[in-house]
């Protein structure tokens, strides 16, 4: 791994991190920031790396993942970083067989379409079947000089990929199986809710300042669909998890928005559709949000960019509010425009 720590964004000796801070949502002088998928494709150095080795070896490398995670923490000023992995690593340790093929996305060979076949699933020790994770973020505790965010698949988003075996637009076979099947469908989602806690814990275990759930395919659910099934197998998840802070995440979240605390994390991701400041009334000054800025924004001029950034930090208010994306940053992403992004951000005063 490199050896250029110099260049990373530290938080003092003895102050507590802008993240936590704001995750409390007490006083800041400007909103902490970070992105989603921060480390990745639109980095050249991130491209370096994964040209020597396919995604999921890379994904089971700790050494590696460690450097990927602070590719982005050495170019950028952000005030905290997110671990390298993936949200489907666990559904390969419960036993079913997962690749990446070029250009389609992950693939499931055996969806999960019978009670059989979710009884067959394993049950797993995250530090027994998901190593690479938990070593890395030890690893890169002890490099960041910021902290470092863990993070898992919500149950509903992994039953998506398990049922239909691959990334859908529609949901067909998971709705069906869904709506034909309820009782099997909502066994499978406990089976999933309770794996993903235990893998959160243990990331917390290993030093993640906070954990994120992404539920980013719940947004495809009617809001009664998110309350019978979505939510409840989150809030299960959740429940298993204590010892730092908890995120939640869905893109297209806006009708969900009058339950939303009910899924009982710490903060609530808000996608890029989402008005923040009407957000914000519905789930209550007291409840700490992040976002959300949309993606191909960052496509924009510095100027413009910078507007948005403003306009969402005023409509979000002086306490609880990380800065971020309102989903992923993608391989077009423009390193320019993130620049643009992060400079608005740390210019801000609340003073």
Not at 121 to 133: E, Q
Not at 176 to 188: G, I, N, V, W
Request: proline share 9%; glycine share 8%.
């Amino acid at each position: 791994m490199s050896s250029t720590v110099e260049a990373l964004a530290a938080t003092p000796a003895g102050e507590t991190p802008l993240l936590l801070r704001a995750l409390r949502s007490e006083p800041v002088p400007r909103p902490p920031v970070w992105m989603m998928r921060q480390a990745g494709r639109y980095l050249p150095e991130y491209m370096a790396v994964r040209s020597k080795l396919s995604f999921l070896e890379l994904c089971h490398d700790a050494d590696l993942c460690c450097e990927v995670t602070l590719q982005p923490l050495r170019r950028f000023a952000f005030d905290a970083g997110i671990i390298f992995s993936d949200i489907l690593l666990p559904l390969e340790a419960m036993g079913c067989p997962l690749t990446f093929g070029k250009g389609h996305g992950p693939q499931f060979s055996e969806p999960v379409r019978s009670r059989s076949a979710i009884d067959a699933l394993r049950s797993i020790d995250p530090w027994r079947d998901l190593p690479a994770p938990l070593r890395a973020i030890q690893l890169t505790n002890a490099r960041a000089g910021v902290p470092i965010l863990g993070f898992a698949g919500a149950p509903f988003t992994l039953a998506c990929y398990l049922v239909e075996g691959e990334g859908s637009k529609e949901w067909t076979a998971t709705k069906s199986m869904m709506f034909t099947d309820p009782e099997a469908f909502t066994t499978l989602l406990n089976r999933l809710a309770d794996m993903v806690g235990d893998h959160l814990q243990a990331q917390i275990d290993a030093g993640a300042a906070a954990v994120q759930l992404f539920d980013t395919w719940a947004g495809a659910l009617a809001p009664d669909d998110y309350r019978r099934f979505a939510l409840p197998a989150a809030q299960r998840a959740l429940s298993r998890v204590k010892g730092a802070p908890t995120l939640y995440f869905t893109r297209d979240a806006s009708p969900f928005l009058p339950w939303m605390r009910e899924v009982g994390a710490d903060a609530y991701g808000l996608d890029w559709r989402a008005d923040m400041a009407h957000a914000r009334a519905i789930l209550g000054p007291d409840v700490p949000v992040q976002g959300n800025l949309d993606p191909q924004a960052l496509q924009a001029p510095p100027a413009l960019i910078a507007e948005k950034v403003r306009a969402i930090i005023a409509a979000a208010g002086p306490r609880g509010h990380v800065f971020n994306l309102g989903h992923g940053l993608v391989p077009t992403s423009p390193i320019a425009g993130v620049q643009a992004a992060i400079d608005a951000v740390r210019s801000w005063s609340w003073a």
